[in-house]
């Protein structure tokens, strides 16, 4: 016996090695696509309502398309699904006319009523859309999103059952009616039926007294058959869609009314959470499954070919859509590469077209070679701290300014980022279109501690122990460690720091558990309120506790606004109440340091690093010119 | 044997429920959650959000439900991947992570092997001490710096290998032997203190007595006793490789399970995370059952009860 097993070992040894190869090299050689780009991560979907991440917007941008689209270069809104829209006088409807070739991927034309279903989908709770609040604006779609009801008014009801026919995963019937009365249940203490339902699936909380075409009918949400008589169990009490803004007259036209003029809705229409998904292919798959590439149906200028999780996603020539023959490329692989170094190496040895991000490392010594297929373009981002305003003496606005005064912003970029970022002065970044940004104290060591002094704390003398929280990250650590030293040699303050992992970093934001704390900020869309709503007092990302009525009334009045440039005065004016109030340091605006082939054509750098695949071609004859030498 | 075997089992149940149980608490310990994000979700939203996840129910709930899906290696979706399920994201990278694993693995051990018992035999000669050293410095260097040497050597200044990626044998050669490389120099360095051990023993000098050569002696009886220390070392190590490193992975963009692991506890991505300790757990246990086994093949004077 032991001898077999000595003599078996090597031998095991080897199959198991000959398996290995053979196993790994079952997923066999792919040909290059025409267009490679490096995606920086595995994304977390292709469907459009459950993402929010620009990995995320890469794919979705390149296979399905919206009512508009992005201009590369300048993104201006451009005809998408919609060749023409028009906007009414008073701002607040948009018709959009869809043009009468746009088609889905299985060659079936691309309706209104495509992007209705979509908006319903994008808005309801049960799909729970990340970005679902960027058509709140519509009229009705906030109710209906978070689930507020108010007596008298018109309700939908989604049963337990199916209509006859209906597809796997479609939803159940659907009744309306008119809200008589919300019972509350089982002691339920909020009362009146303006509140949000918590969303227990339990079967108990609230029986809902409707009219349903002159019978008065009581429903309770719940996942099986209510055990009740006079009560029925249904999934959904919701605002009626129909009296949502979203409307379909015919095929071709789509009717977007809103509660109050939104002065970049056009632009919103091209942004890829908004872009609309196959009805057929979700309710006969259900999600996650119709995302698969073998189910998946799509509108955009390429479809999806194949996915293997954190490699690549494979795309090809959408042979359907609409611009066809304006697309020049064939095949795109996205990698999922993560190590922004072996982006780059592959990129040097021409294993991609385009990397997004460059290591910091090495910037310098790439800009200082002067290559052409480098830029750092800055775009709309920008890298702040936050004060928690509620704690002393932080809620002392002469202390939060003398901090901003004392930071020498221009020695940050200079010695710490160095990829050519541009020191802030304001939240906003300044090549926000049509927009003026206010700018808070430029950088002035002695005001700063004249300021520090006015507020009690001579030299420093008294004042506590500072502390910045960042999340772990080399570079965050420099800024940090920089800043601690600038505010301990120009105002004699103590600083400590603070690293957490992004989870409980974020964490501790949300709780209040931090006195200044780093942030970022990417902007959804080119304009102010990006920037500027996060610090209104309701709005959730509010992380610093400041509030101030001023602004909020500024911002709110804005959004009712019609007139652009009265608009954007206002902005300016909200803006220069942060930028006076300092409850947040703007410390520099972001540059994304990347390369592109120089035999990549069709390909622009902008303010929201949003590349529309469509639009790109490869120079073939300069390709082989440049491998050849 | 089998009575033994099947007593191992039932420990392996009770231990991956212990690890599960653990695990579960640890992850619900940690400040933040999977919906948590740099953009706030308004709370209505987020409220959805977690029921899908049935994150809104109370802990012992969700406990026994986790519970309840992981003994049918059903953990549900994962939250960070959303389009796969945890069984999906396993079944594409565990294959890649144990394939470039096992490669590395017989790698380490044919390389290892040979150093140390070469090293053993021509004790204190320049041969010895130059295997030691490089076995030495092949432990103490860090997986990344060892790629990173690599990749410069033989991507940009001798151009034969890719950069990164999967798919060829190209692709595979210079992640296996990063992989491989600190295993390799560890197991020469067991095999040489085990061969050391072996031939100052009776039975060495015995099967020279009987006149057996040199050779026969150190591959047929030698050996076998050498390589108990290895074989012991093996079983974990191979439960590791397997289950892939983040750095070479990383490095060689490889889409293997070493990435998920670290990605899953840092995003919350509680299923995800939960599916790999318990994958983790079960092959480690598995690998050291092998070695247990293993032994009485090696070792005539082991009997396992």
């Known amino acids: 016996m032991t001898s077999t097993g000595r003599t078996l070992f090597p031998y095991l040894a080897a199959g198991a090695m000959i398996a290995a190869v053979v196993w790994s090299l079952s997923f066999g050689t792919l040909e290059r696509a025409d267009f490679t780009f490096v995606n920086s991560t595995e994304i977390k979907s292709v469907d459009p309502a459950m993402v929010t991440g620009q990995p995320e917007g890469r794919i979705i941008r390149t296979i ?123 002691g339920g203490t909020d009362g009146g039926a303006d509140n949000t339902d918590g969303g227990n699936g339990n079967g108990t909380g609230k029986v809902y007294v409707v009219d349903v075409g002159g019978t008065e009918r009581r429903f309770r949400r719940g996942d099986v058959p209510s055990a009740d008589d006079d ?92 611009g066809r023959d304006d697309v020049s490329l064939e095949t795109i692989d996205a990698l999922a590469v993560e190590s922004v170094t072996t982006a780059l190496n592959m990129y040097m040895t021409g294993e991609v077209d385009y990397v997004p991000e460059v290591p910091r490392t090495i910037l310098q010594e790439i800009q200082a070679q002067g290559r052409e297929d480098f830029s750092a373009e800055p775009f709309l981002a920008n890298y702040h701290y936050l004060f928690n305003v509620e704690k002393p003496p932080l809620d002392d606005v002469r202390v939060r300014r003398a901090i901003n005064m004392a930071i020498n912003k221009q020695e940050i970029v200079d010695t710490v980022t160095q990829g050519g970022e541009i020191p802030a002065r304001s939240i906003v970044p300044p090549m926000v279109s049509g927009y003026s940004a206010a700018e ?96 209104m007092t309701s709005n959730p990302n509010n992380h610093t ?85 | 044997m089998l009575v033994f075997v099947l007593k191992r089992l039932l420990w392996m149940v009770l231990t991956v429920w212990a690890v599960f149980t653990v695990s579960f608490l640890l992850m619900r310990a940690v400040p933040g959650g999977p919906f948590d994000s740099e953009r706030e979700v308004p709370p209505e939203i987020k409220a959805n959000l977690e029921k899908r996840y049935h994150l809104d129910e109370p802990l012992y709930q969700q406990y026994f439900r986790q519970l309840a899906g992981a003994a049918r290696f059903d953990f549900g979706p994962s939250y960070k991947l959303a389009d796969y399920t945890v069984g999906e994201v396993i079944a594409e990278g565990l294959p890649i992570s144990a394939s470039l694993g096992l490669l590395a693995m017989s790698f380490a051990v044919v390389l290892g092997v040979t150093a140390g018992t070469v090293s053993a035999l021509r004790r204190q000669s320049v041969l010895d001490v130059t295997l030691m050293s490089i076995a030495t410095i092949g432990i103490a260097l ?136 318990v994958l983790y757990t079960v092959l480690l246990y598995s690998m050291n059952l092998l070695v247990d086994i293993s032994y009485t093949y090696f070792d005539p004077r082991v009997r396992l009860e």
């Open chain 1, 440 to 535: 808070c104290d430029a950088y002035d060591p002695e005001a700063a501690r004249a300021l520090l002094a006015e507020a009690g704390y001579p030299g420093g003398k008294g004042f506590p122990t500072l502390e910045i929280l960042y999340n772990t990250h080399e570079t965050h650590q420099t800024v940090a460690e920089l800043i601690q030293a600038q505010l301990r040699n120009e105002l004699g303050i103590n600083v400590g720091l603070r690293n957490e992992e992004w989870g409980t970093c974020l964490n501790s934001r949300r709780t209040g558990d931090f006195m200044m704390c780093r942030a970022g900020w990417i902007a959804d869309y080119d304009d102010p309120n990006t920037f500027l709503d996060m610090f």
């Open chain 1, 64 to 186: 399905s398309e919206g009512l508009l689209g992005w201009d590369p270069e300048t993104l201006a809104p451009v005809p998408g699904v919609a060749a023409s829209y028009d906007v009414s006088d008073d701002k607040k409807t948009y018709t959009f006319h869809l043009r009468d070739d746009a088609a889905w991927s299985n060659g079936e034309p691309v309706t209104a009523d495509d992007f209705s279903y979509s908006f319903r989908r994008f808005l309801h709770p049960e799909i729970a859309a990340e970005y679902a609040y960027l058509l709140w604006d519509v009229v009705g779609a906030e109710d209906f999103s978070t689930m507020r009801l108010e007596v008298g008014q018109p309700v939908e009801i989604e049963l337990l059952d199916r209509p006859e026919g209906a597809l796997p995963f479609a939803p159940g019937r659907r009744i309306s009616g008119v809200l008589k009365e919300v019972i509350e249940e089982g």
């Open chain 1, 231 to 322: 009560v029925e169990a249904c999934r959904w009490v919701l605002r009626d869609f129909e009296t949502v803004g979203i409307r379909a007259p015919d095929d071709h036209t789509l009717e977007i009314t809103l509660k109050h003029p939104v002065l970049y809705f056009d632009k919103l229409m091209g942004f890829y959470p908004l872009f609309p998904v196959n009805r057929t292919c979700v309710e006969t798959y259900g999600y996650p499954a119709w995302t698969k590439p073998e189910h998946i149906v799509s509108n955009g200028p390429f479809q999806l070919k194949f996915r293997r999780i954190r490699d690549r996603i494979r795309m090809e020539k959408n042979p359907h859509y609409w």
């Open chain 1, 545 to 629: 506790r400041w509030s101030d009525e001023e602004y909020d009334r500024l911002l709110e009045e804005a959004a009712e606004c019609e007139d652009p440039q009265q608009r954007m005065q206002m902005l300016h004016d909200a803006e220069a109440v942060l930028m006076s109030e300092m409850p947040v340091v703007p410390l520099y605006q972001y540059v994304r340091p990347t390369m592109v082939q120089p035999y990549v054509k069709g390909f622009y750098n902008n303010a929201l690093d949003v590349h529309p695949l469509k639009y790109v071609s490869i120079d073939k004859e300069l390709k082989r010119e440049l491998a050849g030498h």
């Open chain 2, 142 to 277: 860090p997986n990344f710096i060892i790629a990173s040497i690599c990749v410069i050597l033989f991507v940009f200044v001798i151009p034969i290998f890719p950069a990164a990626g999967w798919g060829s044998i190209s692709n595979l050669i210079l992640p296996a032997f990063c992989l491989g490389a600190p295993f390799a120099a560890y197991i020469a360095r067991l095999t040489r203190t085990g061969m050391l051990d072996v031939m100052g023993q009776d039975y060495i000098r015995t099967a020279r007595a009987k006149g057996l050569s040199g050779r026969t002696v150190v591959v047929k009886h030698a050996l076998r006793g050498a390589l108990l220390p290895v074989a012991s070392y093996l079983g974990p190590a191979t439960a590791d490789i397997m289950t892939g490193s983040l750095v070479v992975e990383q490095i060689f963009a490889i889409p293997g399970l070493g990435s998920h692991f670290v990605k899953a506890a840092l995003l919350r991505d509680f299923p995800l995370a939960m599916g790999l300790v």
